[in-house]
């Protein structure tokens, strides 16, 4: 009997597993076994697969809430065949060898080029082969699509926690600055979503987006009249800030942080700009892979349209609909609805979708209602977790290796 | 009418709040006019003082969930009498004034010292005065008590936090270090806590406490055990971690990140160690207010505890047991429960509670099952909150000020 096979690509969400869960789940009740590499694309070229199938359905509806990447994740890259046609050759090989028809790939922009490639490996090696991509990324990067799983929940996270941190700033009104770094290296998505940490009686933060170039003097001119009129002042800014001149500010003083980005250079150089430049006293809040893990904290949005996307992708594949990633599309935003759409891999693959110019403010410091009116409707709805002792019952899942 | 006038002091818990909300609904329960202190100590010297009785019940309700401090809060200390006369002298004819009978002070151990302060202002201006305090650190490291409000939820917030990171880095086995930085300059018991982010299948994180010298050899040879074992390695560090001789390893170095220690330095540091020693690429997360302010997981335990206390403090005040602290006590642990007593603010003012011995492993890198025992029931229960567009419903408490 065929199988399919899911592969989980890149850096997890606090989503990715709900996505697997709807892969799961639509296969079986279809009765086509399912498969999934162990720590994605590697596993294929090594081989190891792991047997969805061997755990109960309890098991697999515990995917809905489990951060990270379930059956393993990485960020290896399959070179072009002309330079290493071997590990084509082991691909095709395990493919043949696990008679694999369908083949998930749930990844972001870069994972959907590999997609590409693992369509063309199948034509070359003669393999009856359907490839479907399924989006997914914080960043909200991925062309094509209304917006990515995961992204929902990790804005979710940030807002709600810049929000505490804004209301424990306001009570103590001690002239603070408090700096807050994102991820999304390119884009600005992730800071906008800070945006929304604002109340009535609470400011929005400021944001220091990756589209805008870094103009300290119109920045300190807001965070002075910020500390003047409020007493604190919350600052959003992406780990990819970048000076007029296109670099990286955290990559300008890399020698500064030890030496590398990853640890989280924008935020701490920005603390240092106003300390020298206002005198400000800032905290620096470096949340990391916390926001692209915070299950405690999923957007049911995010959760139901993440496994509506793995849904559909078994559905389209086992209707041999390859070649395509499944994207979202709004149709309406009052009440919100979305549907699912075919998009070709090579119109999406290795594209970034930057934060339109509609959804950043005239200030270059804001983002626009239009931007409020995109993001609030992916944020509505709280997933109840299984507590235990007080904590979320997050015991991994353990896949049996898939018998030979 | 005579008034009962509330104060909070030093930095917000996610529970501050509840105290808060325990000491007005009980007062209000008993006809008892409340007020309290605008900023805390600083507002009652310049005589700002809030009208508590001015929110319906519904809005004092919401107090429960509230992150930072509603009636603000601040760190000014009072002066010896001798040291500056006219501010006590100014804290007096408020009191008198206004017909303060009762005051309760909200804080750590050094509120604590000036609870004490203000009971002695009432012998020295002859005010028919009772004073009470009512326990808040995230530290935990007020003597007198079982533990204190706000600790628990902090507690839960890093465990969970980190479980979830560390579920992200499992599924990544990219060899990585992970750091988590916690608050307790001087205390373990947050650091403590992230001991039971483990599961199995999840080794707990290595901890760095303060009360034990860093030794780098034993941490080495660990962490190149997990990352060799595991593919990752997840560590705890304290903001107060210091080397053999007893200074911060943040202040030491502080010159390399910005020139000061509230940057998160022992994080910073050790993961430049770590790269130095090992080669080991590191991540930090530092998240710095969040830890104290995430009221998105709140324990319900450490709510029912912070609203016991609130009313207790009451009580005790309206029967004229002035002197005190409310502290718990733990009278049984299958199943937990605590009864509310007094201490004498002497015999807990100033003093600092270190993590016992008898909670520290041997290996100095991890906590007893003593404290597991100790935490596990703190952090039991989760509490609701109320949800608008997504994220929770924080809208600041607009609290009028006291008619004269």
Same mark, same amino acid.
């Given at each position: 009997m065929s199988r399919l096979l899911y592969l989980q690509s890149g850096g997890p969400t606090a989503v990715l597993n709900t996505s697997?869960? $709807?892969?799961?789940?639509?296969a079986r009740a279809q009765g086509v076994p399912v498969c999934a590499a162990a720590d994605g694309l590697l596993g294929l070229v090594e081989g190891r697969l792991l047997d969805c199938d061997a755990l109960p359905a309890s098991e697999i509806a515990r995917l809905r809430t489990l951060p990270g990447a379930s059956f393993g994740?990485?960020?290896?890259?399959?070179?072009?065949?002309?330079?290493?046609?071997?590990?084509w050759q082991a691909i095709a090989d395990v493919l043949h060898r696990y008679r694999i028809r369908q083949l998930l790939l749930n990844g972001g922009n870069g994972s959907m080029t590999t997609a590409l490639q693992l369509q063309a490996l199948a034509d070359r090696f003669a393999l009856d082969l359907t490839v479907v991509g399924i989006p997914k990324t914080i960043d909200n990067d991925l062309e094509g699509t209304d917006c990515s799983p995961g992204y929902a929940s990790a804005a979710k996270y940030l807002a709600c926690s810049l929000r505490e941190v804004m209301l424990d700033m306001r009570s103590m009104g001690s002239g603070r600055v408090f700096i807050m770094e994102t991820m999304g290296r390119h884009v600005g998505w992730l800071t906008a979503a800070c945006s929304l940490a604002a109340l009535p009686g609470l400011a929005a933060p400021l944001?220091?987006?990756?589209?805008?170039?870094?103009d300290?003097?119109?920045?300190?001119?807001r965070v002075a009249q910020r500390l003047h009129d409020d007493g604190y002042c919350a600052i959003a800014v992406s780990e990819g800030l970048r000076d007029s001149s296109g670099c990286f500010v955290a990559q300008q003083?890399?020698?500064?942080?030890?030496?590398?980005?990853?640890?989280? $250079?924008?935020?701490?150089?920005?603390?240092?700009?106003?300390?020298?430049?206002l005198g400000a006293h800032a905290h620096v809040a470096l949340v990391d892979c916390q926001q692209r893990a915070a299950s405690h904290l999923l957007?049911?949005?995010d959760a139901d349209l993440a496994y509506a996307?793995?849904?559909?992708?078994?559905?389209?594949?086992?209707?041999?609909?390859?070649?395509?990633?499944?994207?979202l599309q709004r149709l309406a935003q009052t009440p919100v609805a979305w549907q699912v759409v075919p998009q070709p891999l090579a119109a999406v693959a290795d594209l970034e979708r930057a934060l339109p110019a509609a959804f950043i403010g005239a200030d270059r410091l804001s983002v626009t209602p239009a931007f409020h009116d995109y993001l609030q409707p992916l944020l509505a709805g709280e997933v109840a977790l299984p507590f235990v002792?007080?904590?979320?019952?997050?015991?991994?899942?353990c896949w049996p290796a898939l018998p030979a």
């Open positions: 697997a869960q $709807g892969v799961i789940e639509t994740t990485s960020r290896h890259i399959l070179p072009p065949y002309d330079h290493d046609p071997a590990q944001l220091l987006l990756p589209e805008v170039a870094y300290e003097a119109a920045l300190l001119a003083h890399a020698d500064a942080i030890y030496g590398h980005e990853q640890l989280g $250079g924008a935020g701490l150089w920005l603390a240092q700009r106003l300390q020298q430049t957007s049911a949005t996307l793995g849904r559909h992708a078994v559905q389209w594949a086992l209707a041999g609909q390859g070649g395509v990633m499944c994207g002792d007080g904590l979320p019952d997050y015991r991994p899942l």
